[in-house]
Nanobody, 125 residues
């Protein structure tokens, strides 16, 4: 089992920045890809930024490219999401997730086995 705990959400004005953290505990050796997903009210959950912790390959949603950066501290089993130039449309619950799959399966939401409980990000105009 892997436990994921997110932190760092909050309220910010448009153009501001936030950094989300996701700490993993438990059998973390079983995980390869980790990612950040978000879900706004009335919308489907979508992938925002993903990282293959072995190859360090990253993938971003088009809507956040150039503004968000995912990074890892493998020694501390932590993944970060630096969010800059935030927009009101970035408002959502942000979830950290992990999977034992790697490569192209990193991008498949349905392949993620472990999920955190989420942290709210609210961006006001």
């Amino acid at each position: 089992q892997v436990r994921l705990v997110e932190s760092g959400g909050g309220s910010v004005q448009a153009g501001g920045s936030l950094r989300l953290s996701c700490g993993a505990s438990g059998y973390t050796a079983s995980t390869q890809c980790m990612g950040w997903f978000r879900q706004a009210p009335g919308k489907e959950r979508e992938g925002v930024a993903l990282i293959d912790t072995d190859s360090r390959t990253t993938t971003y949603a088009d809507s956040v490219k150039g503004r968000f950066t995912i990074s890892q501290d493998k020694g501390h089993n932590t993944v970060y999401l630096q969010m800059n130039s935030l927009k009101p449309e970035d408002t959502a619950m942000y979830y950290c997730a992990a999977t034992g799959y790697g490569g192209s399966r990193c991008t498949r939401l349905t392949d993620y086995h472990y999920w955190g409980t989420g942290t709210q990000v609210t961006v006001s105009s």
